[in-house]
C-alpha cells in the first residue's frame, strides 16, 4: 500500500473512454443526453486560484508523486468531460503535457500498487488504451481527439459507443 502522506492527488480523471471524439464535434448533440450536450456547450472556462495552480508546481517540482483524481459528483463537474479542463488546468500550473500524462497513468498505478500490472505499456501488463488523432504532448486538449479506444483486447469507436448508451430522443 502507498504511504498517504507522499501523494498529492489533483482534481481530474482519465475516463476517456467515455467521452466522444473533439473532431466527431458535429454529431455530439446526437449522441449524447440533451443535458449533457448544453452542458458542455455553456462550459464556463475554469479560473483556477493563482495559488491553488502554485502548490500544484510547488508539489510537483518537490518530488511529490500528482495523480490525477476526479470531483465529479460535484455541481457543476461532468463525469467525462471535465477531465479534459482539468488536465489543461495541470498545464496552466506549470506541467508539461507529458508530465499531466504521467500523473495519469504510471503515477496513478504506483499510487494503487498496481504499477505491476498497468500504467506504462510493457509485457505482461494490463494495455487498455486509447489511439488519439493528435499528438498528446503537443497540446493535452488533443487527449479529447479519440480515434479508438483498446479495452480487454476489443477495438470500439467512441461515438459508436455513445450511441449505444444515448436514450433514444422524444423518449422517457
Given at each position: 500500500?502507498?504511504?498517504?502522506?507522499?501523494?498529492?492527488?489533483?482534481?481530474?480523471?482519465?475516463?476517456?473512454?467515455?467521452?466522444?471524439?473533439?473532431?466527431?464535434?458535429?454529431?455530439?448533440?446526437?449522441?449524447?443526453?440533451?443535458?449533457?450536450?448544453?452542458?458542455?456547450?455553456?462550459?464556463?472556462?475554469?479560473?483556477?486560484?493563482?495559488?491553488?495552480?502554485?502548490?500544484?508546481?510547488?508539489?510537483?517540482?518537490?518530488?511529490?508523486?500528482?495523480?490525477?483524481?476526479?470531483?465529479?459528483?460535484?455541481?457543476?463537474?461532468?463525469?467525462?468531460?471535465?477531465?479534459?479542463?482539468?488536465?489543461?488546468?495541470m498545464t496552466q500550473a506549470g506541467l508539461?503535457?507529458?508530465?499531466v500524462l504521467r500523473s495519469a497513468t504510471?503515477?496513478?498505478?504506483?499510487?494503487?500498487?498496481?504499477?505491476?500490472?498497468?500504467?506504462?505499456?510493457?509485457?505482461?501488463?494490463?494495455?487498455?488504451?486509447?489511439?488519439?488523432?493528435?499528438?498528446?504532448?503537443?497540446?493535452?486538449?488533443?487527449?479529447?481527439?479519440?480515434?479508438?479506444?483498446?479495452?480487454?483486447?476489443?477495438?470500439?469507436?467512441?461515438?459508436?459507443?455513445?450511441?449505444?448508451?444515448?436514450?433514444?430522443?422524444?423518449?422517457?
Amino acid at each position: 500500500m502507498f504511504n498517504r502522506t507522499r501523494w498529492f492527488g489533483f482534481t481530474a480523471a482519465l475516463l476517456l473512454a467515455a467521452v466522444p471524439s473533439q473532431a466527431a464535434d458535429r454529431s455530439i448533440k446526437e449522441i449524447v443526453p440533451e443535458r449533457v450536450a448544453k452542458a458542455m456547450a455553456d462550459a464556463v472556462p475554469p479560473k483556477p486560484s493563482a495559488i491553488a495552480l502554485q502548490n500544484l508546481r510547488k508539489v510537483w517540482d518537490a518530488g511529490i508523486p500528482v495523480v490525477m483524481g476526479t470531483d465529479a459528483g460535484n455541481i457543476g463537474t461532468l463525469h467525462g468531460p471535465s477531465v479534459f479542463r482539468e488536465m489543461e488546468i495541470m498545464t496552466q500550473a506549470g506541467l508539461s503535457p507529458v508530465q499531466v500524462l504521467r500523473s495519469a497513468t504510471s503515477n496513478g498505478a504506483k499510487a494503487m500498487g498496481i504499477d505491476s500490472e498497468l500504467g506504462t505499456l510493457a509485457p505482461g501488463k494490463l494495455a487498455d488504451l486509447v489511439i488519439l488523432d493528435a499528438d498528446p504532448l503537443a497540446d493535452v486538449r488533443n487527449l479529447s481527439k479519440i480515434r479508438r479506444v483498446i479495452k480487454d483486447g476489443k477495438v470500439f469507436v467512441p461515438n459508436k459507443l455513445m450511441r449505444s448508451i444515448a436514450p433514444k430522443r422524444g423518449s422517457s
